[in-house]
């Protein structure tokens, strides 16, 4: 599920790719069997294109990685996680369009 734009995240490199990064990051907490989450994909490859350099896109496959969908109290999927600085600043569940998602991580960024 590796892209140009969006990265893959593990236990191994959450510290330095999520909490240590300098711009904030925008985490896709899914699963390969979640038809929301499949349908998300693309609307998120057209987000981390758009915001560039403001926002880094990641995900975590829940089934490879559960230890970070327990310590982040994921409940159900797709469940969107902001974090700025190390800290979440924001969360959104479910699928939408890439404008509504847009606009929700707008919000966020810009509190």
Do not use: H
Not at 39 to 68: C, F, H, S, T, Y
Not at 89 to 111: S, W, Y
């Amino acid at each position: 599920m590796d892209s140009d734009t969006i990265i893959t995240v593990t236990q191994q490199n959450w510290k330095s790719d999520v909490l240590d990064a300098n711009v904030p990051v925008l985490v896709d907490f899914w699963a390969t069997w979640c038809g929301p989450c499949l349908a998300l994909a693309p609307v998120l490859e057209e987000l981390a294109q758009d915001m560039g350099e403001r926002l880094r896109v990641a995900k975590v496959n829940i089934e490879n990685d559960q230890e970070l969908a327990v310590k982040y109290g994921i409940r159900s999927i797709p469940t969107l996680l902001l974090f700025n600085q190390g800290v979440v600043t924001g969360q959104i569940n479910g699928a939408m369009p890439k404008q509504a998602l847009q606009q929700k991580v707008e919000g966020f960024l810009n509190d």
